[in-house]
């Protein structure tokens, strides 16, 4: 079960790309991949059913995953892999034997537009614009976002994903090496605060990891979904932090409900109710 970029993120690279355009514009990206790829793929599904992201970027070098709906916990299921070499101006799907890729007919100009408006900096080096993400983070309304269904504007200017490597040496060598997805959370007190994602594999899971300059303080795991329950989370803008468990699919109800609270020291501190001292 490769899930989305989540049930939590990846949007990332798309989202990255595009910030150093116009994060306005990270819809508009995404369709233009799909235009770009989904045409062009040997397929009996119906193209309007093939969704697309980048999944990762080594120096120009991308892999776009390809997935539709389905009905299980993640919500989609890859179909193939595609991959861009902008530096070659080519595509190559590699969904059947990735050592004996088939070069896909890409429309040259279409091509030369996409990597102009939505990968440009990324590929020239120029430098990253880090966004934080704005609190209070609702998991619900960024799923939607991840999934395509939340509004644009919203989308584009509360959520900003990032891949891993948007992370500075000394802190990422502090975060857990199967981690994929980035998103920075404003500072609070001292505190940096990072959550950090792994979306693609079998199991998603989400942790907040708290910094002193360059020093891991405190992390608490706030998302998981594993096929059989789902934890989803909420943060609040002085860091309440909200979980809730579900056993199957995100439709179903909630079984368990916790917060805790991130304090002054970098801990997180269990709140056994919603109390005072935990707003």
Known sequence: MRSSSILFALVALISVACEATDR??????????????????KTEMNNKDISVELAENDSGVYKVRMFVASDNPGKQVSIGWVVLDTNKGIAYDITK??????????????YKNFSEKCLGRVNNGGAQVIVDTKLPFVFD?????????????????????????????ELRGQIDPSMD?????????????????????????????VFRDVKLISKEMVGKMDGESILTFDISKNYLI????????????????NHFKL????????????NPECK
Do not use: W
């Open 24 to 41: 306005s514009d990270i819809s508009a990206c995404q369709a233009d991949l799909a235009g770009l790829i989904v045409p062009n793929i």
């Open 97 to 110: 034997d990735d050592e004996h890729p088939e070069k896909l007919n890409i429309d040259a100009n279409k």
């Open 141 to 169: 309304k960024y799923y939607q976002c991840v999934v395509g269904s939340g509004k644009k504007d919203e989308c584009g200017d509360r959520f900003h994903a990032y891949p891993d490597n948007a992370v500075g040496g």
């Open 181 to 209: 997805t980035i998103l920075f959370m404003p500072s609070i007190y001292d505190l940096k605060v990072i959550l950090a994602g792994r979306a693609e594999a079998d199991v998603n899971i989400y942790y907040l990891y």
């Open 242 to 257: 909200t979980t809730y468990e579900r056993k199957g699919a995100m439709s179903s109800k909630i079984s368990n409900v």
């Open 263 to 274: 304090s002054e020291n970098g801990d997180f501190v269990v709140c056994q109710k919603l």
